[in-house]
């Protein structure tokens, strides 16, 4: 009879002047949390496997070193898979609906899954926070001072992320008075207290990762075109900004509401958006290897010239056409370092000489490569490349 009693009896007792239906109320944000978690697990995985392609091609093969190259964006991409199925098992319960269109029997499925996504969030953000730092360490290896930062930093993150989530996972003795609340005994902490201080640790967190790059990428000696390319690379990571800052305002206004299961989805909705960004933002680095050699594959297959320029030696300048990027593989982008170095490295000096010896003259180069024989153009390129670790 109870249960009977439960599944035509409103969660939420409606506002005056509205009735509860139970029978498709058609919430747009319910239909909008399917969509978006449809998106957001497919877009991340897609990207994902892109990296590993990626990966794959420029370690050689290697299975175990492809498993152990980025292991914090696999646990990453599986917390946020977990964090990202969630809500869809939420929108089930009601999740997405005003609380008095929804059943009360389904109030309890729907706090033990918001449970869930609460306790879930806090590794999947950081895993993905920790893997853009460690690009960054990896990328500003030579600014000793900056990468000590870096780490000093992540350690504040991990200080900070493990002692919250045990904080969630025991945030009621018993756990089970999360879900059943007023049908059993217990006590719980401040729900809203903890989501909002995990919500500002994001945003700051977040403003840290959009900065980091700016700064950095200033001290490069390079051409603006390529800082901007690098700045974008490595400071998109700093989009999820945005999702966390919306985020934290609704939390702010609408924490303490009564219509949690309408609420929660709001909020809910751009803490994934936050975490999916973030996973995208941490791939970049291998996705524009990827499009490099997809787009100098384009070039030469549509006739694209080029010149043959030997580094540190002295060629005739031929004017042959060539294919570039045809023969050329990732096994030169295998870290995130050597991904941006090609993006992060000064113009390089090319001089141009014009020589006329008597025909028949030949001029031999410590390569054995290349000889000149009469009138000609020569071009002589002098490359230095120099990495010099700064405190």
Not at 168 to 176: G, N, Q
Not at 344 to 349: E, G, I, S, T
Not at 368 to 384: A, C, E, N, R, W
Request: include cysteine; charge should be positive.
């Amino acid at each position: 009879m109870a249960s009977a009693a439960a599944q035509t009896e409103a969660a939420l007792t409606p506002p005056s002047g509205i009735e509860s239906n139970f029978n498709g109320p058609g919430e747009a944000l319910h239909m909008w949390n399917l969509i978006t978690q449809g998106l957001c697990i497919s877009l991340t995985s897609i990207i994902f496997l892109l990296r590993m392609y990626v990966r794959f091609l420029g370690i050689g093969y290697s299975i175990i070193a492809i498993l152990s190259s980025s292991p914090l964006k696999y646990g990453a991409l599986l917390n946020s898979s977990n964090a990202l199925t969630d809500p869809l098992v939420v929108g089930k319960y009601g999740g997405g609906y005003h609380q008095w269109d929804v059943p009360k029997a389904d109030l309890v499925p729907f706090n033990k899954t918001v449970y869930g996504t609460m306790v879930i969030y806090g590794p999947a953000a950081f895993l993905t926070k920790a893997s853009i730092l460690l690009i960054l360490t990896r990328v500003f290896a030579p600014y000793r001072k900056t990468v000590r930062f870096i780490y000093v930093y992540f350690g504040v993150l991990l200080a900070y992320y493990v002692p919250a989530i045990i904080v969630k996972i025991r945030i009621c003795m018993p756990i089970s008075h999360f879900w059943m609340g007023q049908a059993s005994n217990g006590s719980c902490l401040d729900e809203r207290a903890i989501i909002l201080a995990d919500a500002i640790i994001s945003v700051v967190s977040d403003l840290t990762i959009l900065v980091l790059p700016l700064l950095l990428t200033h001290s490069l000696q390079m051409s603006l075109k390529k800082k901007i390319r690098v700045i974008g690379i490595l400071g998109a990571g700093g989009l999820a900004c945005a999702s966390s800052i919306v985020r934290l305002v609704l939390i702010v206004q609408k924490g303490n509401a009564k219509d949690q299961t309408y609420v929660f989805m709001q909020i809910n909705l751009w803490g994934n958006a936050e975490v999916s960004i973030g996973i995208i933002c941490a791939c970049l680095p291998s996705l524009a290897a990827l499009l490099n050699r997809v787009s100098n594959e384009y070039m030469s297959r549509n006739g694209s010239r080029s010149y043959d320029c030997e580094l540190a030696g002295t060629d005739t300048l031929t004017g042959s056409s060539s294919k570039i990027g045809s023969q050329g593989s990732f096994n030169d982008a295998g870290s995130d370092q050597e991904i941006l170095a090609s993006h992060a490295q000064p113009d390089l000096k090319v001089e141009t000489a014009i020589r006329a010896d008597e025909p028949g003259t030949k001029h031999s180069h410590n390569h054995g490569l290349h000889s000149f024989t009469g009138h000609g153009i020569m071009k002589t390129v002098d490359v230095s490349h120099t990495i010099t670790t700064k405190e």
